[in-house]
């Protein structure tokens, strides 16, 4: 269960609505704390560069409205590869083989929407098929 959380403000005159988006990536909920040093640990630690897992998906209309959500449980394409990434909570008392289930459950249920995905527009596909007169 994730909460939704609606913040607004006034950004400065020298700001902008990107200004505030790259001064709060990335999310500390996906990071750790203390931030500065927990996103220090995961660039020595992870071998690949995260993509736009942890990051901001959204929009910016042309008055300055913004307008994101952190970048979790979702499938990208890049050259021709599909990704799909997740992690899990760590503190003190976690259990290490119990994060690693989670983090393979939580990218499970994004493959297995794919996988639904194709099912439904293969079958549409089908249908369409059936429907045309030769």
Do not use: W
């Not at 704390?33 to 071998?47: F, V, W």
């Amino acid at each position: 269960m994730h909460i939704g959380s609606t913040v607004r403000g006034q950004i400065r005159d020298d700001k902008t609505a990107l200004d505030a988006v790259e001064a709060v990536l990335t999310a500390g909920t996906l990071s750790g704390a203390p931030k500065y040093r927990a996103m220090e640990i995961i660039n020595e630690l992870e071998n690949n560069k995260r993509g736009i897992y942890g990051g901001a998906v959204g929009y910016l209309d042309f008055t300055g409205n913004l307008d994101t959500c952190i970048g979790i449980r979702l499938a990208y394409k890049k050259n021709g590869k599909v990704f799909v990434r997740s992690g899990a909570g760590i503190v003190a008392d976690s259990i290490p083989e119990k994060e690693f289930q989670e983090c393979i459950n939580k990218a499970k249920a994004v493959v297995e929407a794919i996988k639904k995905a194709q099912q439904m527009a293969a079958y549409e596909e089908k249908e369409n098929d059936d429907d045309t007169i030769d």
